[in-house]
């Protein structure tokens, strides 16, 4: 059961970084900002996205990213309980301070329990996908065309997806998530005997 997990918005709270560079840090706190139509930052910021990314191109930004909590005790639950193949698969920003600020990141808070070829950048997630592997994201386009390639995804609940009234209950959902697809996936091999 290969798991991929997504870094920004999942691992790493890039969302708040970057509104903090924008100064706009209460954005996803007014409830009516809420689900897939705020998925759109530089929209809602009102400026272009070359603008977005403007203060964002520098590899301090995407290394020092404040790491998320629940996603990261969602790593550390699939870790200990379903280690074999854990990859992070992450869509860089196409510029050299992202690349080496998401390995520098990378190598501050995930090389204690993976090597640096489970890092992989790539924005064609679903490239990546097979009939038993899980991805964890918190974009459903990425979860959907992971789905259509054949694989299980995990919707991470966020402020700016269709599962953000979850979003205080990520663990649980997803342990329950990971226990249910254990279970078909025996069947299936069972089946296949
Ligand atoms: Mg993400």
Same mark, same amino acid.
């Given at each position: ?31 009516? +900002? +809420? ?27 995407? @290394? ?9 005790? *969602?790593? *550390?639950?699939?870790? *200990? ?22 390995? *520098? ?5 995930? +090389?204690? @329990? ?13 490239? %990546?996908?097979?009939?038993? @592997? ?48 254990? +279970?078909? %996936?025996?069947?299936?091999? @069972?089946?296949?005997?």
């Amino acid at each position: 059961m290969p798991l991929a997990f997504d870094m920004d918005g999942v691992l790493a709270n890039f969302n708040r970084a970057a509104l903090v560079a924008h100064g706009a840090e209460d954005l996803w706190e007014k409830d009516e +900002r +809420r689900g897939p139509e705020c998925w759109d930052t530089p929209k809602l910021l009102g400026i272009t996205p070359s603008e977005f990314w403007e203060p964002l191109k520098d590899a301090n930004f995407w @290394s020092s990213l404040d790491r998320y909590k629940d996603g990261m005790s *969602m790593f *550390m639950y699939a870790y *200990m309980n379903y280690d074999e193949y854990i990859y992070i698969l992450t869509a860089p920003y196409p510029c050299a301070g992202c690349y080496a600020g998401k390995f *520098m990141w990378f190598d501050k808070w995930l +090389r204690g @329990s993976l090597k640096y070829g489970q890092l992989v950048m790539t924005s064609d997630k679903y490239m %990546f996908a097979t009939d038993d @592997s899980i991805l964890v994201d918190d974009n459903s386009t990425n979860c959907r065309l992971w789905k259509e390639a054949g694989g299980h995804a995990f919707l991470v609940g966020r402020p700016w997806n269709e599962r953000h009234f979850a979003e205080d209950i990520n663990l649980p959902l997803f342990r329950d998530f990971m226990e249910e697809k254990q +279970r078909e %996936f025996e069947t299936k091999r @069972s089946r296949q005997g």
